[in-house]
């Protein structure tokens, strides 16, 4: 660990601290860093082995956590600091320690730092200026990892629009990984193509191309109805679809049967009463 990245994991490790000055003060340094010193620093703790074990996790996290921060935040800030190369180091780090996290929470929470730089680096035109990111999205999606397909969904669902205008020429790769994660052998990784399914789907409005994915619906309701009876699941991926239905409602003729079906399973299963 060099010294600068030394230095701002100490004061991630003190802004998580009770103690309000010590917080305070730690806040007040970290916010005075140039992004030339921050943004390296936040990465290489993401990335960070030599961590004490007790202090790990929540530091990492937190990092991540300030590195999408950056992005909605700050962004302005960032584009004017930063060098060329310092944008492609983001760009290839946040992508690395996608690969090489081995711990869930931590890779959730750099997924939703690629999301946010990805919205961030669309043009007025809604064109990807990160094509990298494009062919890590189907490089994860079909990695025979689990998690790593699970965070190639992750993305998508968090930021649905990651393909912009180039979307009408991935068609059928996009298709393609969407059905077979929804038909995956791991269920968190079929939970999670439901809901980037959904995303996706949702973002498309008025789309011709939407026309293309009315075959995968009843995939999509059949995930749906199975996470209803997983006591494991929450209500975020039934609450996903529901917002799918209620964007693009014409997309559901083909499969009313199973909407019925599906709505008469939700309404008689405690807790879910209320999303009918």
């Known amino acids: 660990m060099d ?3 030394e230095a701002v994991a100490g004061l991630l490790k003190q802004i998580l ?18 992004m030339a ?23 990492r996290t937190l990092a991540a956590v300030l590195l999408r921060r950056v ?6 800030t960032f584009e004017k600091e930063a060098s060329a ?10 992508l690395r320690l996608i690969e090489f996290e081995t711990q869930s929470l931590v890779r959730r929470r750099i997924c939703d730092a ?12 809604g064109n990807n200026l990160w094509p990298e990111v494009l062919g890590a999205l189907f490089q994860f999606g079909q990695s ?3 998690e790593l397909r699970e965070a190639a969904l992750h993305i998508i669902a968090a930021t649905p629009t990651i393909f912009g205008e180039q979307r009408s020429h991935y068609v059928s790769v996009i298709k393609s990984l969407l059905v077979a994660c929804l038909g995956d052998q791991e269920a968190r990784v079929t939970y999670a193509a439901c809901k980037a399914t959904a995303a996706f789907l949702g973002s498309l409005r008025n789309d011709p191309c939407r026309n293309s994915f009315i075959d995968i619906i009843p995939l999509m309701v059949q995930v749906t109805a199975t996470s ?5 699941v929450d209500d975020s991926l039934l609450q996903a679809f529901l917002d799918f239905c209620q964007r693009q409602p014409k997309m559901l003729r083909g499969c009313l049967d199973q909407i019925v079906l599906l709505s008469l399973k939700i309404a008689g299963t405690t807790g879910f009463e209320d999303k009918v």
């Not at 010193?37 to 530091?59: F, K, Q």
């Not at 310092?86 to 946040?94: A, D, E, F, N, P």
């Open 3 to 5: 010294a600068e990245t």
């Open 144 to 146: 025979e990892r689990a």
């Open 71 to 76: 992005f909605v935040n700050e962004y302005s």
């Open 17 to 34: 601290s009770d103690n309000n000055d010590l917080r305070n003060a730690a806040e007040k340094s970290y916010q005075g860093l140039p």
């Open 114 to 125: 690629v999301a946010e730089f990805s919205r961030c680096l669309q043009d007025d035109s």
């Open 37 to 59: 010193i921050r943004i390296p620093a936040l990465l290489n703790t993401v990335g960070c082995t030599t961590l004490a074990a007790e202090d790990s996790a929540v530091i």
């Open 85 to 94: 190369d310092l944008v492609l180091q983001t760009k290839s780090g946040l």
């Open 228 to 232: 209803i009876s997983d006591s494991s």
